[in-house]
Each structure stands twice: as structure tokens, then as C-alpha cells.
């Protein structure tokens, strides 16, 4: 129960992290496009990781076999998924793309119940029901209507994806370091993306990186935004299993109000701190839930791995 605890603590710090995001990209994304962004938070992010292994002496060793599950959840979630997300929410509207993304936990249920093994207990279903309406309440729901449809379609793709890649993440062994696994998942995704990268980025966007308040901007989200809260999220995921761990997820639309209520001059009322105590209550009820003493795993290889709670890295 106590890694269960540590793990819930990793996956608020993660969402919260992620939430706050909102706030420090606002205005390096005023010369700075998403793609590019992108681009550069893994560079950084990279930098940060290698660093942080070599001083811990981590081992980087990794076996044929579990390389390509790695690199499976590289594109699928730092590819796919944030390219998805960018997308849709341009094509759409912030709020709709909250709310779309809001249904990952749902959907990390589903997929934990078919490649981990794990059940749908009545608690999950209750904590992930009231989190979604307190997300609801957040983020409103005036503008659905006036959203394109194909931006939906492409904010359906990035939840589930990044559902799919948060439970992929457990599938890969606990001898592996979670920063190490995180690592060559995001330089995967930084190979991908760098062609197109360096096709868009321009010599404005480069002399903008010159300023201190752009560099620091992109400093934070390459090292705490990315390599710290991908790091915490797939340790945390580790600790918990995936069904509850999702519900986390929620802090993220949560914190990104707050924040931009705090430090942007975004108006906020009394509907929000009601969204606010659903999402708290949900997420209480999964932490709460014992749990689950095993669970087998059917790898691509068709090899079975036992979990427990006393399992971890």
C-alpha cells in the first residue's frame, strides 16, 4: 500500500507539472510554433535525461526483444498522441480539446483490462465518472457546437493514444529504470520529429530563442515539463495499476485553470471549485481502492509477468 501511495503522489506531481504548462508555454508559443516547440522540449529534455542517468550510473543497456515495446510507446505517445493534441486543439477550441482529452482515464481502463489483465471494479467506475463530470465543469461545455468535427476525430486519437501509451508503459520490465525507458522513448520521438523540425523552423524563431525570457521558457518545459513529469508519470504508472493511475490525469485540466486564474487574470467562479471537489473525490475513492495482488501481463512475446504490490523499481 505504501508504493501505491509514493505512485499517486508521483502521477499528481506529474499532471500538475503538465497543468502548469499552459501557463509558462503561453508566450514562447507567440513566436515560437507548436511543432517547433515540440522539437525543442525534447532536445532539452534529452540533454536533461542523459545527464541525470550519467550521474546516477544508470545502466543503458537494453535488450533486442524489449526494444522495440520502447520505442512502440515513443511514437505512440510523444509522437502521435502530442501531435494529435496540438492539432486538434487548432482545428477546435481549448475547451473541446480539455474535454476530449479528459476522456484518457476511460479509455486506460479499457485498455488495462485487455493487455494487462486488470478488472473494472464499481470504485473505478464511480472515481471515473465523477472526475470526468468535475472536468466537465471546468472546462465548460458552450463551445462544442461550435467546433469542427475533424478536430474532434483528431482529439479522440491523441486521449486514446496517450491512454494506450500510459498502459503500454507497465507492460515494460521493472528492471529497466523508468528514466531510462523514458529517455530512448523520447529520442525516438525527437528523431521522428526533427525532419520536420528543421523544414519549419525559421532564422525569427531562432533569434527569438536568444532572448533570456524565451530561453528560460524553454529551458522549464524541455527539463520540468518534459523529461521530470514523463519521467514521474511512467514511475508512477509503475506503482499503481493503470485503471486508477489514469485518474491522476485530471489534475492536469485542473491545475492549467488555477494557474491561469492566478497568474493570467482568467476568471474562474463557483462552478469551477465544484469541478474541482469532483475531481478531488474521484481520485481519493481510486486511492483508496486495495489493491489488486496480481495480474498477469501477456507481452508480445506471449510470456507472462506477475505483479504485485510489492513489486517496483
Not at 481549448?94 to 476511460?106: D, L, N, V
Not at 485553470?257 to 474562474?268: K, S
Request: aromatic share 10%; glycine share 10%.
Amino acid at each position: 500500500m505504501k508504493k501505491k501511495h509514493i505512485g499517486s503522489i508521483y502521477l499528481t506531481l506529474a499532471a500538475t507539472i503538465w497543468g502548469g504548462t499552459y501557463v509558462a508555454s503561453k508566450a514562447v508559443l507567440a513566436v515560437i510554433p507548436p511543432l517547433e516547440l515540440v522539437w525543442l522540449r525534447y532536445l532539452v529534455a534529452l540533454v536533461a535525461l542523459v545527464v541525470l542517468g550519467l550521474i546516477t550510473r544508470q545502466s543503458w543497456h537494453v535488450r533486442r526483444r524489449d526494444l522495440p515495446l520502447i520505442l512502440t510507446i515513443g511514437v505512440i505517445g510523444y509522437v502521435i498522441s502530442i501531435w494529435a493534441q496540438f492539432v486538434g486543439t487548432q482545428l477546435s477550441s481549448a475547451q473541446m480539446g480539455a474535454m476530449i482529452t479528459s476522456a484518457t482515464p476511460a479509455f486506460m481502463v479499457v485498455f488495462a483490462y485487455f493487455l494487462l489483465g486488470e478488472q473494472f471494479t464499481l470504485t473505478k467506475g464511480i472515481s471515473t465518472c465523477l472526475a470526468t463530470l468535475g472536468v466537465l465543469l471546468i472546462v465548460g461545455v458552450g463551445e462544442i457546437g461550435k467546433s469542427f468535427r475533424l478536430g474532434g476525430m483528431i482529439l479522440g486519437i491523441a486521449a486514446l493514444t496517450w491512454a494506450l501509451m500510459s498502459v503500454l508503459v507497465k507492460l515494460v520490465p521493472e528492471s529497466y529504470s523508468k528514466l531510462v525507458v523514458t529517455t530512448y522513448a523520447i529520442l525516438m520521438a525527437a528523431v521522428i520529429i526533427t525532419p520536420f523540425a528543421l523544414l519549419q523552423i525559421d532564422q525569427a524563431q531562432l533569434q527569438a530563442l536568444l532572448r533570456p525570457a524565451v530561453c528560460l521558457e524553454v529551458l522549464y518545459i524541455g527539463t520540468l515539463s518534459t523529461a521530470g513529469a514523463f519521467f514521474l508519470w511512467n514511475k508512477g504508472l509503475e506503482l499503481i495499476d493503470a485503471g486508477s493511475g489514469g485518474l491522476f490525469f485530471f489534475f492536469q485540466p485542473l491545475t492549467g485553470t488555477l494557474l491561469g486564474w492566478l497568474f493570467l487574470g482568467e476568471r474562474v467562479g463557483i462552478i469551477f471549485w465544484a469541478g474541482v471537489a469532483l475531481i478531488c473525490l474521484g481520485v481519493l475513492l481510486a486511492a483508496k481502492e486495495p489493491p489488486e495482488g496480481f495480474a498477469r501481463v501477456a507481452l508480445p512475446a506471449g510470456e507472462p509477468i506477475k505483479t504485485s504490490e510489492g513489486d517496483g523499481g
